[in-house]
């Protein structure tokens, strides 16, 4: 039996559909769906139940144990604000489940942020000493959640109660299918495509640090089934357990992003610049890119798909249908 948190939002429902692909349908979902669209996301799938995450600890006093527990669900928002809600909704949950994993010896796989790294000015490696977590800034509520646990997790394992096999993956700019329920959080793969194929014009911000012409700042854009295959790699291999980032290892700037949206539709993509806001002008990230080293040295040897092909198969497959197309 496989348990997977989240497993109704973005990148959980990716991982359940390709789970029923390898012949896996023994899934318990957690998550809840709300009264938007969400659903869609699973109405292909098959599962044995779908659990509400607050009835989680109930179902967990119930099992002895799981294959792997994957823990994708949290509240991902950047601009929360409510600290106690995310500790209810973030913290918590993942300790619940680590404690639960350690005692029943089930593999878990859960996921970090590379909002852990906060500006970023103190880079973007994936090491685990204590001196180098503790110097790191995440600049909002979520970002933080992600590395209070990250520490905990550490720390647990250092002092000898850990899961049997546990990884935490520390992912970049994820971009791909059944992202349609996040609103503005979507990539601007989903915001742009439509817009590109009508011949509009793709709105991107304008420069404001010397050294970056208007449209290029970076980010390592990564496509979800290659954080798919990381995922079900590292649950089943005998990787050393830690933290990894989850990006492509090569950062690509959004004027290139947006040229791969237009490649992708035999078109021209049309770009207008302008001013960044300042309410986000001081803190805006310019560069961002995994080091993948590390995941590299533990055994992972499949390619990631490159901006151009993974933009491609995304618009190709999913986003050039009249309601999109769901995995």
């Known amino acids: 039996m496989i348990i997977v948190t989240g497993a109704t939002g973005f990148i959980g429902s990716n991982l359940v559909a390709e789970l ?6 023994d899934i318990v979902v957690v998550d809840d769906l709300g009264d938007g669209t969400k659903w869609r996301n699973i109405a292909q799938r098959q599962f044995i139940d779908l659990v509400f995450p607050s009835e989680l600890e109930g179902l967990l006093s119930k099992l002895s144990k799981a294959d792997v527990v994957f823990h994708l669900g949290a ?31 089930s593999r878990f796989v859960y996921a970090s942020s590379a909002a852990t790294y906060g500006d970023g000015s103190r880079g973007f490696d994936d090491d685990e000493a204590p001196e180098r977590l503790a110097a790191l800034r995440p600049l909002n509520l979520y970002g933080w959640s992600k590395h209070a646990f990250d520490r905990w997790a550490l720390s647990q394992a250092n002092g000898g109660t850990a899961p049997v096999h546990w990884a935490g993956l520390k992912f970049f700019n994820v971009y791909g299918p059944n992202e349609y329920h996040k609103g503005d959080m979507q990539s601007l793969v989903a915001k742009n495509a439509r ?42 291999s005998t990787a050393p357990n830690g ?22 539709l035999n ?23 995994a080091n993948i080293s590390k995941l590299r040295k533990a055994g992972y040897n499949e390619r990631f798909h490159s901006l151009e092909e993974g933009v491609s198969a995304y618009v190709g497959r999913y986003l050039t249908t009249p309601n999109y197309e769901y995995r």
Not at 20 to 25: F, K, L, P
């Open 20 to 25: 029923n692909d390898r012949g896996r349908s």
């Open 75 to 105: 509240n991902s928002s950047t601009t929360a604000t409510n600290g106690d809600e995310i500790v209810k909704s973030n913290l918590r949950p993942s300790m619940l489940l680590w404690n639960w994993c350690s005692r029943t010896r």
């Open 195 to 236: 817009i590109v194929h009508e011949g509009g014009a793709v709105t991107l911000f304008k420069s404001h640090r010397e050294g970056y012409a208007d449209g290029a700042q970076l980010r390592d854009f990564v496509y979800v089934d290659d954080c798919v295959r990381v995922m079900l790699w590292l649950a089943n």
């Open 243 to 264: 933290l990894y980032n989850l990006g492509t290892g090569v950062a690509r700037t959004f004027h290139d992003l947006v040229l791969a949206i237009g490649k992708a």
């Open 267 to 289: 078109t021209e993509a049309r770009i207008d610049f302008r001013e960044m806001p300042m309410s986000i002008r001081e803190n805006y990230q310019y560069f961002t890119q």
